[in-house]
């Protein structure tokens, strides 16, 4: 199958735990609707040769059905689609070598095991393996980032912080807004996205300024915050359900979630400028070369509704969609999408893995967790350089 064509699968159920998924086959137009226990995919032409093009491959979460997606390339040009359980996935940072992923109650560290050019039987370039589990306790842990020597920060929504491991307790606090008057599980304003620059933490978002239990749940169709953790300062408050801050090339964006819209943020004004509509809730935001890869999920009743988003959806008769968008930052325009119908109906967030053309990962149940057990080589794994390049291994 050419990897320009429509293509479109079933994916098994969540718990089934599969080892591979099958490549996505081209379809009907007008397939007939998924089993309530199943997930269909389906994506844009050409999806796939985007990714060879941009030589990297996507990872996002769906912490509804607790989903570790990791989309790639295959030999023959056709879409690797891979899937793996960790309860309630949330938030991820990712390299081309490790994995960060939150589940309900530890972030997962995995490790790429294979050395480079090497490639397991099946194809994939890159094998992820948990390698260790730090337990935090649920503090509702929703985005990640890396501080300059590789440790994780994150948000801590549960008590309206940022936070960092502890060797003895289940976090570190590092930094809470102004307007948060003291550490409580409580979920005051919905802290839930984080903006890295040089290794340290500059912006986060949140839902609104509450200082009292779960406030934010009254304040969710405006007053969402974009906050300066180096200052202190609110640079914006004219958001509606904000999440996932990035800073791409000195520039700030955001997801205007209760709106639907990819916006960027004037670092000195704070002003916002609407780039693109997706129509679906947005969370999660990553950026490869000049193209942003938006999540989108379909509004849940109660938490979503009320909101501009739905007056947005009605204004262009369209109903709104879970997956992935690709937006080309110079024009706009929706380049490519990743479509879920079925079981799956929420994504949380994304990640770029660059220089990654089909990755893989091991999951926690089954026997195969068990049995695959890997030896640290010294010119790998010790520091040392690896050793020249030879032609692709296969193990």
């Known amino acids: 199958m050419e990897h320009d064509a429509d293509k479109e699968a079933t994916l098994a159920p969540a718990q089934a735990q599969p080892d591979e998924l099958a490549p996505l086959d081209e379809s009907s137009s007008d397939p007939p609707a998924p089993d309530s226990r199943e997930t269909r995919v389906s994506c844009s032409r050409g999806f796939a040769g985007w990714l060879s093009v941009q030589n990297c491959s996507l990872a996002f979460t769906s912490y509804q059905t607790g989903q570790l997606f990791l989309i790639g390339v295959r030999r023959e040009r056709t879409l690797s689609v891979y899937q793996r359980h960790f309860r ?3 938030g991820l940072a990712a390299t081309s070598q490790r994995i960060f992923v939150a589940s309900l109650v530890q972030i997962w560290r995995l490790e790429n095991v294979l050395k480079p ?19 935090t306790g649920d503090l509702d842990i929703h985005e990640i980032g890396l501080l300059k020597n590789g440790a994780p920060v994150f948000v801590n929504t549960l008590y309206s912080c ?54 934010w749940r009254d304040r969710r169709a405006e007053g ?7 200052t202190n300062e609110v640079l914006t408050d004219q958001l509606s359900m904000p999440h ?42 990553a950026f490869t070369s000049k193209f942003a890869v938006v999540g989108l999920s379909l509004p849940r009743d109660g938490a979503f509704s009320g909101l501009e988003l739905d007056h947005e959806l009605k204004k262009r008769d369209a109903e709104p969609r879970c997956g992935l968008h690709i937006i080309d930052m110079d024009s706009g325009d929706i380049v490519h999408w990743l479509r879920l119908d079925g079981r799956i109906k929420e994504t949380f967030d ?4 660059p220089d990654v053309r089909c990755p893989m ?22 520091g040392r350089a690896p050793a020249a390049a030879s032609p692709a291994q296969t193990v």
């Open 361 to 382: 990962a091991i999951g926690l149940a089954g026997s195969e967790i068990r049995s695959h057990i890997t030896l640290e080589s010294s010119e790998t794994d010790a």
């Open 162 to 215: 940022l936070a960092t491991f502890s060797v003895t307790h289940s976090f570190k606090p590092l930094w809470r807004p102004p307007f948060i008057s003291k550490l409580a599980a409580e979920d005051r304003c919905h802290l839930n996205g984080l903006a890295m620059e040089n290794g340290a933490p500059r912006y986060v978002t949140a839902i609104c300024r509450s200082d009292i239990v779960t406030g």
């Open 88 to 90: 309630r996935a949330m």
């Open 224 to 230: 969402g915050c974009v906050i300066d953790v180096t």
């Open 244 to 285: 996932s801050p990035r800073i791409v090339d000195d520039e700030l964006f955001a997801l205007d979630s209760g709106r639907g819209y990819l916006v960027k943020i004037d670092r000195a004004t704070g002003r916002r400028e609407n780039l693109t509509f997706c129509p679906g809730f947005l969370r999660g935001l």
């Open 350 to 353: 994304v990640a770029v893995l």
């Open 117 to 135: 050019r090497q490639l397991t039987k099946s194809g994939f370039d890159r094998a992820y393996v948990p390698r260790n589990a730090q337990v």
